[in-house]
């Protein structure tokens, strides 16, 4: 099994910085994909990035050329650099894993999330 804690939230002014951190344990050898996810209230949850083992990413349109994306696999961990912070971008930050398990099959594993408020 896999579980996964996030870190790093909090409240900043528009155009600031936020560095979140994920930290993964348990069967950590069986995560393949990584990403964040983002929910505002009243909205869905939606991917805000996410990476590869090998270090492929992908962004949303919404936060491309603003959040870096990066995962050391060596420690088991996600990180998640924010610039140029919007109102838009305030929500609750979730980890998220792709975990493959016997079988073939593929589990997700989700952290508890962490709040990011940026004030306008």
């Known amino acids: 099994q896999v579980q996964l804690v996030e870190s790093g939230g909090g409240l900043v002014q528009v155009g600031g910085s936020l560095r979140l951190s994920c930290a993964a344990s348990?069967?950590?050898?069986?995560?393949?994909?990584m990403g964040w996810y983002r929910q505002a209230p009243g909205k869905q949850r939606e991917l805000v990035a996410s990476?590869?083992?090998?270090?492929?990413?992908d962004y949303a349109d919404s936060v491309k050329g603003r959040f870096t994306i990066s995962r050391d696999n060596a420690k088991s961990a996600l990180y998640l650099q924010m610039s140029s912070l919007k109102p838009e971008d305030t929500a609750v930050y979730y980890c998220?894993?792709?975990?493959?398990?016997?079988?073939?099959?593929?589990?997700?594993?989700w952290g508890q999330g962490t709040q990011v408020t940026v004030s306008s």
């Open positions: 990476i590869t083992r090998g270090g492929e990413s």
């Open positions: 348990g069967s950590t050898i069986s995560i393949n994909v």
């Open positions: 998220n894993a792709r975990v493959s398990i016997w079988g073939g099959r593929v589990f997700n594993a």
